[in-house]
């Protein structure tokens, strides 16, 4: 690991912070190290419509190594803003704070950024270089990305079936998940932004949809069947950045037909089997593997897309 990637990692760390709170804005993290090597400030993007990360790391400098700014270096997770927007341009902040060098992960799409925070820091005669954990920081904003250049919302597709892949017994509803993968899914609920189901399950199962076993907020509840089906536009248009879809088998398959998945969670009760019902959705091949856990008989397998290089 070079010295560059060590103080990226930790600009990952502090991101992660911001998960809940950051929102509708992405995760960021920033650290500034002096020339000897020392870390003399840091900070994360905290909650939407204050402070970005670099603002709070320049706050957390002490008054005595506020002269050591001139050759210290500043890293940071996603590219400085160079636009006012409810905050101003981290890009002039850090022109102003006069550091020597500055160390992005990566290049945000973001329509007013794309570039121009990297450019302004050029033309003021500051090194900078671009890509330290450049996948890894990419992965941490998915929602982000996804939403900007796509235009749409980041969409996981999630089900549970038995050991010998059916998701209810003689098409009735069946209970697959555990008390532990059952709170995973709260836990997911509360991290995203809106969950699906088609209008059969709904009418089927009445599910409450709702953050009931993990903290945080409910994610708006929507229902589709083929008289009010998706609109990706309208979700858009209302900031929605991620979607989870807990529908039945014909709701999921229909997004995987079309391609409209970036993330799918699997879960498997391997000690149920059934006779007779509804048949899993088979999962893509061109799903690739990120996480599994397992817990007792149950494991639930996390697959993403592979994220194209910028």
């Not at 990637?5 to 930790?10: D, L, N, Q």
């Not at 927007?85 to 007013?112: H, N, Q, S």
């Not at 009931?212 to 248009?237: C, F, M, Q, T």
């Not at 079309?258 to 699997?266: I, N, P, Q, S, Y």
Request: proline share 5%; hydrophobic share 35%.
């Amino acid at each position: 690991m070079t010295e560059d990637e060590k103080y990226m990692r930790r600009c990952l760390q502090l991101a992660q912070n911001g998960h809940q709170n950051a929102k509708p804005n992405p995760m960021v993290g920033a650290v500034i190290v002096s020339a000897d090597g020392r870390i003399i400030g840091e900070g994360y993007h905290v909650r939407c419509g204050e402070g970005h990360a670099e603002v709070n790391a320049f706050a957390s400098v002490n008054a005595e190594d506020e002269p050591l700014l001139s050759e210290a270096t500043i890293y940071v997770s996603l590219e400085p803003c160079s636009h006012y927007g409810k905050t101003p341009p981290c890009a002039d902040l850090i022109i102003k704070k006069g550091v020597r060098r500055v160390v992005v992960g990566c290049v945000d799409p973001f329509a007013e950024v794309q570039g121009r925070g990297i450019r302004r820091l050029r033309e003021a005669g500051i090194e900078v270089e671009v890509g330290v954990l450049e996948k890894e920081c990419m992965t941490l904003n998915r929602r982000f990305f996804t939403f900007h250049r796509e235009q749409r919302p980041y969409i996981i597709l999630k089900w549970a079936q038995t050991a010998n892949g059916f998701i209810d017994d003689h098409f009735k509803p069946v209970q697959i998940s555990n008390d532990f993968t059952k709170m995973l899914s709260h836990k997911l609920r509360a991290e995203e932004d809106a969950i699906l189901v088609g209008r059969v399950t709904d009418e089927r199962e009445h599910p409450q949809l709702t953050v009931r076993e993990w903290s945080g907020s409910d994610p708006k509840r929507l229902v589709i069947d083929h008289a009010h089906p998706l609109n990706l536009e309208s979700l858009y248009s209302h900031q929605i950045q991620s979607l989870i879809v807990e529908g039945g088998a014909r709701t999921l398959q229909s997004f995987l037909d079309k391609g409209l998945w970036d993330e799918l969670r699997v879960e498997t009760n391997f000690g149920m089997t059934v006779s007779d019902g509804t048949r899993a959705p088979l999962v893509p091949a061109d799903a690739v593997v990120s996480e599994t856990i397992r817990d007792g008989a149950n494991q639930l397998v996390c697959y993403h897309k592979i994220i194209p290089e910028s």
